[in-house]
């Protein structure tokens, strides 16, 4: 798993890496060498939750899904989500695309570092097939937990992505 977390952390924070394009609520990033690009989108909407009740403020930064073009990964994808507050060590966490199609995301057990707390990733079997749902979907909702407890629901819209992902597969190697 660390080849994974460190090959997302040079994508995520790399200076090398543009913007290439907008496709509604996606966006088309591409490093200068062409061979760790991705799309990504934050959330529309971000909720949280302690004890059943729905809180009102919470400190956080929004929530990102991210595709990654992989040539070492079966499906040619890797899917990740970037919470914008430290998850549960280990946790497991649902990607509803519609309410029907669930994907499983899976926070680092042992995090090396601040940076990889608020990371969650997909599971490789998972990725080609995520990503023909999110092609084909409207709306997709990560429900995820804090080290502290707290459920959080964000949602993503996903006009945009199939023309971002299409981009995508134009530009990088």
Same mark, same amino acid.
């Given at each position: ?13 790399? !200076? !090398? ?74 946790? =497991? ?16 057990? =042992? ?24 092609? +084909? ?7 995820? +937990?804090?080290?502290?407890?707290? +459920? ?10 199939? =023309?971002? +992902?299409?981009?995508?597969? !134009?530009?990088?190697?």
């Amino acid at each position: 798993m660390s080849l994974v977390l460190s090959s997302w952390s040079f994508v995520a924070f790399s !200076e !090398e890496i543009r913007m290439d394009s907008s496709e509604k609520n996606w966006s088309v990033f591409v490093p200068k060498d062409k061979k760790e690009c991705f799309i990504a989108s934050q959330s529309v909407k971000d909720e949280a939750f302690r004890n059943g009740e729905k809180l009102s403020n919470v400190n956080r930064d929004r929530g990102v899904l991210f595709i990654k073009k992989s040539p070492s990964s079966p499906a040619g994808f890797e899917g990740a989500f970037s919470a914008g507050y430290p998850l549960k060590l280990g946790g =497991k966490f649902s990607l509803t695309i519609d309410n029907k199609a669930k994907f499983v995301f899976l926070a680092h057990p =042992k995090p090396k570092n601040s940076t990889e707390k608020n990371w969650a990733w997909t599971q490789s079997h998972d990725d080609l097939k995520l990503v023909n749902k999110l092609k +084909i979907g409207s709306k997709a909702v990560l429900k995820a +937990i804090s080290h502290r407890g707290t +459920i959080t629901k964000d949602t993503f819209i996903l006009t945009g992505f199939t =023309k971002a +992902i299409e981009r995508l597969m !134009e530009l990088c190697d």
